[in-house]
């Protein structure tokens, strides 16, 4: 079980099934979650095999770590889950955020913006752009029936739908100056950035080597989402899908404390390797996966 410390913030990186190290954390217990599920789309993962499940089975299993996911959030807890899809096969986050319907309550739907184009018309001469530009990076889709695929979701889940949030702590400056003149809630140079979230992935020169895993998300993202529901020493943070690691950055950018856990020991290297750079002087380590799975987490 890789344990690191950095300023504020304590990790633990576990590799295994969520489904058996769910279970084994203290209820109520977790601040914030922020994760991203496989999305029953034919992704091609490392270990789990994203073609495998039948759609109704795919729920039934995404039921069940939710569930536990509901037992160790606290009360005023959040849960940020991001999912995607593809064009051919639009229904996956509709589908899964009506089977959590009975589970958690849906208090926000965020759209991460990967590629937007912007018009020139439209921004105003302030803004000085001479033609219309497309920024950020989409997967094209070589097919006359769909569009580009330029964003996904974030679902933000509470108890009860009425968590308090630091919407500021994630808020951009007015554009207008005047606004803050005539609105007398403007108490500063910033106001909330809304629902749509534009983060772009960074360029990169080889997947294998610089993004190895299918389907990651940006650290920012993570990021925002932590600041979202208010960062603060000894905030827990906790991600079911590791991945490789992005969660577990933002943790450490944030000041937060963070358990991770992760099925494919390949995205766990890396994740533990990424995190280590970040924090190079790990406390305790154990590179058995039994171990790791059967021992009780030290921050919890």
Known sequence: MPTFCVAQSQLELHQGDCLEFLPGLPESSVDVVVTSPPYNIGVRYGVY???????QEYLDWLTGWALQVRRVLKPDGSLFLNLGSKPSDPWVPFEVIIRLKEILSLQNVIHWIKSITIEKDFVGEGAGLAQDLTVGHYKPINSNRFLNDCHEYVFHLTHRGNVMLDRLAIGVPYQDKSNLRRWSAAASDRHCRGNTWFIPYRTIQSRSS???????????????CILLHGARPGLKVLDPFLGIGHSALAAIQTGSDFLGCELDPEYFEVACQVVAEACPTPRAETSAPQEARARQMELF
């Open 210 to 224: 610089d993004r190895p895993h299918p389907a990651s998300f940006p650290v920012e993202l993570a990021c925002k």
């Open 49 to 55: 095999d994203d073609t495998g499940l039948s759609r």
